[in-house]
């Protein structure tokens, strides 16, 4: 910090630009894609600062200091220091530096989209008449935030004891946070073992020490209910939140909630891995195998990852926990990376693991997609005053609408995909580009008016079930019907209440819910993903039917769940029938590595985009001779450049090369040299680079 006000300060700061735009503003950034300027104030590293870049004012990010007697004069001024936030701590600052250098971009492209919009925004501060420059809404955030912090603090909910198995887990856990030590845990717990109670004690013991808890799930809809039972637990004005579902003015006050250490928890998705916790004492990953975790546009980060990478820089425990762990994890665990704890039962002592049956479809006869004995499970159910859930991983209607007579079926005309057609709007839509039409009267081909829809996804699904049963009632949860803010919501406050009969949806309700009145679950068409060229299609396959099968049985009565497939004998059912996921996980990590894949070895993608495919395919065949010269000097293997699975996308066409290395440090040794010659090349599309690809 500078503590002369006389003598000026060389600062280094991050700006949220990529690399080509820096050398269109004619400014050379520093090695670490930093931006050097002179700052005439008081000013410290992780303070926010307004600068010039050629003729707009942006917003940066204090990363270095210098010092400069006299103030060179080749550097522009800063603008201004903001002084409304405290600064980032240092641990913060470094782990946005190990993403940047981890996933192949500047500090700044980390940095600042970490921040909310509110405290990123240039045009929301304007200067006074004294020099100063203030912020509207960071004075209604602050007074936001001091009501906040007057709630009471009282919890409501009393602990309930822990049963052996999660006692001993909770205690492991519990001797590491007393001495500053890195300490990760896998928490392995089969469906209903009460994994949450454990974290729930880890919490308490934490913030009963004043430290603060950072805790990750997936999806947007599993942060609400997780909220209220720690607001219940530990006191309102504890726990704060932070996911895309949110206002800006909401996702800014929360994230002041967790800088001010006004906020001893934070709950939320895979953006909360990168909120400042100046005190943070233990970090807490649910479902950490959901490949939600792993962001797929701009930085494209595995915010589990992270997660673990945070808890190593704060020297704090950190907590994995799932009933289908990711094959990176469970490996790490039989290495003794991880230290595993098990929850091999459910934790209600009343309740068992669900009966799961396979229902052979090939021979059956089938009725708009069920077979008889699921129909009549479905009625006995409804009989008895219990509750279904119908798993169909495949929203809309029917994926496409099909004539009969030539062939003819509905794609999108931007994307190398069909057009699925939704009943409730009359529309065909693109799932991948959200192109919408209405529905041909006939067929553009050969002119039938005899159009079918073919398939069957949650719309259709739904349809079939209330004709069936008039009298249940009946509701659907996907992606169409959570678009509405706060339907979600509504829809699983209402199942838990026991106000819908039978839910249909797809894999937002495959985990995190424990529904007391549920006791059946039918899963409908999980045969696509047994035969896929994804090599991480049957680990995932395997973690949504185990997930989804899971909600059955939870409480006293017993749970039956129901799989509808072609092949009723493959091993992977035979596995998902014995609850046996250490075996399923250990027969997996065999073939992975008698095959060299993840993560028995490291990948890396770069993606790119234009007008052709030639165009595309021409860009790649050039990073790909650059790659060969590398792997000449590092252990690393350069596949032929192909065309994305999804080739056309939104009009624009896409190819990939993959990069492959037994030893992550080399593949983390070519991938700076590659990125910064490729940045050199003058080219009309756009490229990227994933580091860990979850899909290939």
Not at 627 to 638: C, G, H, K
């Amino acid at each position: 910090m500078n503590t002369d006000a006389s003598v000026d300060v060389v600062v280094q700061v991050a700006l949220d630009v990529p690399s080509y735009v820096n050398m269109q503003a004619g400014m050379a950034p520093s090695p670490a894609q930093l931006f050097d300027y002179v700052a005439h104030e008081k000013v410290e590293i992780g303070q926010r600062v307004l600068v010039p870049f050629g003729r707009q004012s942006l917003m940066g990010l204090v990363v270095q200091l210098g010092r400069s007697e006299n103030g060179p004069a080749v550097l522009r001024d800063v603008h201004a220091v903001l002084n409304d936030i405290a600064p980032l701590s240092a641990n913060c600052l470094e782990l946005m530096r190990f993403a940047a250098t981890y996933y192949q971009r500047s500090i700044g492209e980390v940095a600042l989209p970490a921040l909310p919009v509110l405290l990123r925004r240039t045009e929301n501060y304007r200067q006074n008449e004294d020099g100063t420059f203030t912020s509207r809404s960071m004075e209604l955030l602050k007074r936001r935030l001091a009501r906040f912090a007057a709630r009471p603090k009282t919890p409501s909910d009393i602990a309930p004891a822990l049963n052996p198995a999660q006692r001993i887990a909770a205690d492991s856990i519990a001797a590491r946070h007393g001495a500053p030590s890195f300490s990760p845990f896998l928490l392995h717990g089969v469906t209903g073992s009460g994994k949450t109670e454990v974290y729930l004690d880890a919490i308490g013991r934490v913030i009963q020490g004043g430290r603060q808890v950072l805790v990750l799930v997936p999806e947007i809809n599993l942060a609400p209910p997780l909220e209220v039972l720690l607001r219940a637990r530990f006191g309102s004005s504890v726990v704060a939140s932070m996911h895309s579902g949110m206002s800006d003015g909401e996702r800014a006050m929360n994230w002041l909630l967790a800088h001010s250490q006004e906020a001893a928890i934070l709950v939320g998705t895979r953006m909360a891995v990168l909120a400042s916790l100046p005190n943070l004492g233990l970090v807490v990953v649910d479902e950490e195998h959901d490949a939600s975790f792993k962001q797929q546009e701009g930085l494209r980060y595995s915010a589990r990852d992270l997660a673990v990478v945070r808890a190593s820089l704060e020297k704090i425990p950190v907590v994995l926990g799932s009933a289908t762990p990711s094959l990176e994890s469970w490996q790490l665990a039989k290495r003794g990376r991880y230290q595993l704890l098990s929850l091999p039962e459910r934790a209600v002592e009343s309740a068992l693991l669900p009966v799961i049956e396979c229902l052979s479809t090939r021979r059956a006869s089938l009725e708009h997609g069920f077979t008889i004995s699921a129909r009549e499970a479905l009625a006995r159910r409804l009989a008895a005053s219990e509750q279904s859930l119908v798993f169909v991983n495949r929203r809309g209607y029917a994926p496409v609408i099909n004539c009969n007579a030539c062939g003819w079926i509905s794609d999108c005309p931007r994307c190398s995909a069909h057009a699925v057609f939704h009943k409730v709007d009359g529309r065909l839509r693109c799932h991948h580009c959200g192109w919408n039409a209405r529905p041909p009267s006939v067929c553009p081909d050969c002119g039938n008016a005899d159009l079918a829809p073919l398939g069957r996804g949650t719309q259709r699904v739904e349809e079939s079930l209330s004709s069936w049963f008039p009298n249940a009632r009946i509701a659907r949860l996907d992606r169409d019907a959570s678009q509405k803010k706060g339907n979600a919501r509504t829809v699983l406050e209402s199942f838990h209440k026991g106000e819908i009969d039978i839910l249909v949806g797809t894999q937002m309700l495959a985990k995190g819910h424990d529904f007391k009145n549920l006791t059946l679950v039918v899963v409908i068409g999980a045969d696509s993903a047994l035969f896929s060229h994804d090599f991480r299609a049957p680990e995932r396959l395997f973690a949504n039917l185990t997930q989804v099968s899971g909600r059955a049985g939870r409480a006293a009565k017993p749970g039956v769940v129901l799989v509808q497939s072609d092949f009723v004998d493959h091993p992977l059912f035979a596995a998902l029938k014995r609850h046996d996921f250490p075996g399923f996980a250990d027969e997996l990590l065999a073939e992975r590595e008698e095959a060299h894949l993840p993560p028995f070895t490291y990948q890396a993608i770069i993606r790119a985009e234009a007008r052709t495919l030639a165009e595309a395919l021409g860009f790649l065949g050039g990073a790909r001779a650059i790659a060969i010269d590398l792997s000449d000097e590092l252990p690393l293997t350069v596949y032929d450049v192909v065309p994305m699975s999804l080739v056309k996308k939104a009009g624009v066409e896409r190819a990939q090369l993959l990069l492959e290395s037994a030893a992550r440090p080399a593949l983390q040794r070519a991938l700076p040299t590659l990125v910064a010659k490729l940045r050199e090349l003058k080219w009309r599309g756009t490229w990227h680079v994933e580091v860990d690809p979850l899909e290939i």
